[in-house]
Protein backbone atom coordinates (compact mmCIF):
# COMPACT_ATOMS: atom_id res chain seq x y z
CA UNK A 1 0.00 0.00 0.00
CA UNK A 2 1.34 3.40 -0.97
CA UNK A 3 -0.06 6.82 -0.51
CA UNK A 4 0.73 9.60 -3.34
CA UNK A 5 0.25 13.25 -2.92
CA UNK A 6 -0.66 15.06 -6.55
CA UNK A 7 1.15 18.67 -6.70
CA UNK A 8 0.77 20.82 -9.66
CA UNK A 9 4.10 21.99 -10.65
CA UNK A 10 4.89 25.26 -10.42
CA UNK A 11 2.42 25.50 -7.47
CA UNK A 12 2.43 27.73 -4.57
CA UNK A 13 1.91 26.77 -1.14
CA UNK A 14 -0.92 28.37 0.46
CA UNK A 15 -1.35 29.18 4.20
CA UNK A 16 -5.04 28.07 5.96
CA UNK A 17 -6.71 30.49 7.98
CA UNK A 18 -6.94 28.91 11.23
CA UNK A 19 -10.12 27.36 11.86
CA UNK A 20 -11.86 27.83 15.71
CA UNK A 21 -14.72 26.34 17.53
CA UNK A 22 -18.10 27.84 17.95
CA UNK A 23 -18.76 28.58 22.00
CA UNK A 24 -20.80 25.44 21.65
CA UNK A 25 -18.60 23.20 20.29
CA UNK A 26 -16.41 22.09 23.14
CA UNK A 27 -18.59 20.57 24.93
CA UNK A 28 -20.40 18.18 22.11
CA UNK A 29 -16.65 17.22 21.12
CA UNK A 30 -16.09 16.40 24.81
CA UNK A 31 -19.61 14.52 24.77
CA UNK A 32 -18.85 12.95 21.21
CA UNK A 33 -15.31 11.63 22.59
CA UNK A 34 -16.41 9.95 25.33
CA UNK A 35 -19.15 8.52 23.68
CA UNK A 36 -16.35 6.60 21.33
CA UNK A 37 -14.44 5.76 24.58
CA UNK A 38 -17.69 4.41 25.75
CA UNK A 39 -18.26 2.03 22.90
CA UNK A 40 -14.78 1.27 22.83
CA UNK A 41 -13.18 2.84 19.37
CA UNK A 42 -10.80 4.56 20.86
CA UNK A 43 -8.70 4.08 23.72
CA UNK A 44 -5.77 5.67 25.83
CA UNK A 45 -2.74 5.25 23.98
CA UNK A 46 0.26 3.98 26.92
CA UNK A 47 3.02 3.58 24.80
CA UNK A 48 6.27 5.15 25.35
CA UNK A 49 6.59 6.18 21.42
CA UNK A 50 4.45 5.47 18.12
CA UNK A 51 4.56 2.21 16.57
CA UNK A 52 4.94 1.90 12.76
CA UNK A 53 2.41 1.08 10.60
CA UNK A 54 0.71 -2.17 10.63
CA UNK A 55 1.84 -4.43 7.78
CA UNK A 56 0.03 -7.61 6.11
CA UNK A 57 1.91 -10.45 5.39
CA UNK A 58 0.25 -13.37 3.38
CA UNK A 59 -0.78 -16.58 5.40
CA UNK A 60 2.09 -19.24 4.98
CA UNK A 61 -1.21 -21.75 4.29
CA UNK A 62 -2.72 -19.42 2.02
CA UNK A 63 -2.57 -19.53 -1.92
CA UNK A 64 -2.49 -16.49 -4.38
CA UNK A 65 -5.75 -17.24 -5.39
CA UNK A 66 -7.84 -17.74 -1.79
CA UNK A 67 -5.86 -14.48 -0.84
CA UNK A 68 -7.02 -12.76 -3.89
CA UNK A 69 -10.73 -13.72 -3.59
CA UNK A 70 -10.85 -12.74 0.40
CA UNK A 71 -9.62 -8.86 -0.54
CA UNK A 72 -12.28 -8.97 -2.61
CA UNK A 73 -14.90 -9.40 -0.84
CA UNK A 74 -15.42 -6.32 2.05
CA UNK A 75 -18.66 -5.54 3.94
CA UNK A 76 -19.61 -1.74 4.20
CA UNK A 77 -20.45 0.01 7.54
CA UNK A 78 -21.82 3.41 6.88
CA UNK A 79 -23.92 6.20 8.97
CA UNK A 80 -24.99 9.73 8.41
CA UNK A 81 -25.90 12.58 10.86
CA UNK A 82 -26.93 15.95 10.56
CA UNK A 83 -27.31 18.33 13.30
CA UNK A 84 -27.49 22.20 14.21
CA UNK A 85 -24.03 22.35 14.20
CA UNK A 86 -23.20 20.42 10.93
CA UNK A 87 -23.72 17.00 9.23
CA UNK A 88 -21.16 14.38 8.30
CA UNK A 89 -20.40 10.77 7.59
CA UNK A 90 -18.99 7.72 9.33
CA UNK A 91 -17.84 4.90 6.59
CA UNK A 92 -15.99 1.44 8.14
CA UNK A 93 -14.70 -0.94 5.23
CA UNK A 94 -13.97 -4.36 6.44
CA UNK A 95 -12.86 -7.51 4.12
CA UNK A 96 -12.12 -10.61 5.29
CA UNK A 97 -8.87 -10.45 6.28
CA UNK A 98 -9.34 -8.18 9.18
CA UNK A 99 -8.39 -5.18 6.97
CA UNK A 100 -10.14 -2.34 7.92
CA UNK A 101 -10.69 1.32 6.53
CA UNK A 102 -12.45 4.03 8.80
CA UNK A 103 -13.69 7.60 7.10
CA UNK A 104 -15.10 10.52 8.93
CA UNK A 105 -16.20 13.20 7.32
CA UNK A 106 -18.10 16.06 7.15
CA UNK A 107 -20.56 17.64 4.18
CA UNK A 108 -20.27 21.52 3.44
CA UNK A 109 -24.02 21.85 2.59
CA UNK A 110 -27.55 21.40 3.97
CA UNK A 111 -28.87 18.05 4.39
CA UNK A 112 -31.40 15.92 5.90
CA UNK A 113 -30.54 12.91 8.28
CA UNK A 114 -31.66 10.29 5.72
CA UNK A 115 -30.04 12.61 2.89
CA UNK A 116 -26.42 12.25 5.25
CA UNK A 117 -26.93 8.47 5.08
CA UNK A 118 -27.30 8.19 1.56
CA UNK A 119 -23.79 10.72 0.99
CA UNK A 120 -22.06 8.23 3.43
CA UNK A 121 -23.71 5.13 1.02
CA UNK A 122 -22.47 6.66 -2.46
CA UNK A 123 -19.18 7.48 -0.62
CA UNK A 124 -18.76 3.90 0.86
CA UNK A 125 -19.04 2.06 -1.69
CA UNK A 126 -16.76 4.75 -4.33
CA UNK A 127 -14.32 3.56 -1.88
CA UNK A 128 -14.97 0.08 -2.21
CA UNK A 129 -14.49 -0.03 -5.83
CA UNK A 130 -11.45 2.01 -5.66
CA UNK A 131 -9.48 -0.75 -3.23
CA UNK A 132 -10.90 -3.82 -5.40
CA UNK A 133 -13.86 -4.90 -3.93
CA UNK A 134 -16.12 -7.11 -5.92
CA UNK A 135 -18.66 -8.36 -3.61
CA UNK A 136 -20.12 -5.72 -1.21
CA UNK A 137 -21.76 -6.64 2.09
CA UNK A 138 -23.74 -2.94 2.97
CA UNK A 139 -24.63 -2.39 6.54
CA UNK A 140 -26.87 0.75 7.54
CA UNK A 141 -29.45 1.52 10.47
CA UNK A 142 -31.32 3.32 8.15
CA UNK A 143 -34.64 1.70 7.49
CA UNK A 144 -35.81 4.11 5.10
CA UNK A 145 -32.71 4.00 2.99
CA UNK A 146 -31.91 0.23 2.85
CA UNK A 147 -36.01 -0.60 2.22
CA UNK A 148 -35.85 1.57 -0.62
CA UNK A 149 -32.89 0.05 -2.58
CA UNK A 150 -34.07 -3.32 -1.55
CA UNK A 151 -37.47 -1.98 -3.28
CA UNK A 152 -39.57 -2.10 -0.35
CA UNK A 153 -40.21 1.48 -0.07
CA UNK A 154 -40.61 3.60 -2.67
CA UNK A 155 -38.76 7.13 -2.89
CA UNK A 156 -41.36 9.87 -3.53
CA UNK A 157 -39.18 12.96 -2.84
CA UNK A 158 -37.22 14.07 -6.31
CA UNK A 159 -34.20 14.59 -3.79
CA UNK A 160 -34.58 11.05 -2.57
CA UNK A 161 -35.06 9.33 -5.65
CA UNK A 162 -31.64 10.91 -7.20
CA UNK A 163 -29.96 9.57 -4.07
CA UNK A 164 -31.54 6.31 -4.51
CA UNK A 165 -30.45 6.00 -8.70
CA UNK A 166 -27.03 7.11 -7.90
CA UNK A 167 -26.72 4.64 -5.43
CA UNK A 168 -28.28 1.87 -7.46
CA UNK A 169 -25.79 2.96 -10.29
CA UNK A 170 -22.73 2.30 -7.65
CA UNK A 171 -24.42 -0.73 -6.62
CA UNK A 172 -24.55 -2.66 -10.22
CA UNK A 173 -20.33 -1.47 -10.55
CA UNK A 174 -19.65 -4.57 -8.60
CA UNK A 175 -20.67 -8.59 -9.38
CA UNK A 176 -22.23 -8.86 -6.71
CA UNK A 177 -23.98 -6.72 -3.34
CA UNK A 178 -26.42 -6.82 -0.46
CA UNK A 179 -27.95 -4.39 1.38
CA UNK A 180 -28.97 -4.92 5.06
CA UNK A 181 -30.70 -3.31 7.56
CA UNK A 182 -29.23 -3.45 10.74
CA UNK A 183 -29.78 -2.17 14.76
CA UNK A 184 -28.16 1.23 15.77
CA UNK A 185 -25.86 -0.86 18.57
CA UNK A 186 -24.65 -3.16 15.42
CA UNK A 187 -23.56 0.38 13.59
CA UNK A 188 -21.67 2.15 16.58
CA UNK A 189 -18.89 2.78 15.06
CA UNK A 190 -19.82 4.12 12.20
CA UNK A 191 -22.64 6.41 14.22
CA UNK A 192 -20.03 7.76 16.51
CA UNK A 193 -17.82 8.65 13.11
CA UNK A 194 -20.65 10.55 11.42
CA UNK A 195 -21.50 12.44 14.89
CA UNK A 196 -17.98 13.16 15.06
CA UNK A 197 -17.27 14.19 11.66
CA UNK A 198 -20.47 16.66 12.34
CA UNK A 199 -18.26 18.58 14.89
CA UNK A 200 -15.29 19.23 13.05
CA UNK A 201 -13.96 22.29 10.91
CA UNK A 202 -14.97 22.49 7.07
CA UNK A 203 -13.51 20.76 4.39
CA UNK A 204 -15.83 22.34 1.49
CA UNK A 205 -17.02 18.37 0.49
CA UNK A 206 -20.02 18.63 -1.71
CA UNK A 207 -23.27 16.88 -2.54
CA UNK A 208 -22.61 13.30 -4.67
CA UNK A 209 -26.02 14.41 -6.60
Same mark, same amino acid.
Given at each position: ? #????????? #???????????? $??????? !????? %????????? &???? $? %???? @????? =??? @? /?????? /??? #??????YVDGSSNKIGSGT??? +????????????????????NNQAKYEALIIGL??? &? !????? =??????????????? @?? !????????? =??? +????? &??????? &?? !?? =??????????? @? %? +?????STKPGENNRSLI
Amino acid at each position: M #SHKLSVYPG #SRPIQQRRQKLG $PECPQVV !EDEIQ %ALLEAGFIG &EVKY $P %AWLA @NVVLV =KKQ @N /ESAGDQ /EEA #STIWELYVDGSSNKIGSGTGII +LVNQEGTQIEVSLKFEFPCSNNQAKYEALIIGLKLA &E !EVGAT =KVVVFSDSHVVTSQI @NG !EYQAKDPNM =KRY +LDKTL &EYLRRFS &ET !EV =KHITQDLNSKA @N %A +LSKLASTKPGENNRSLI
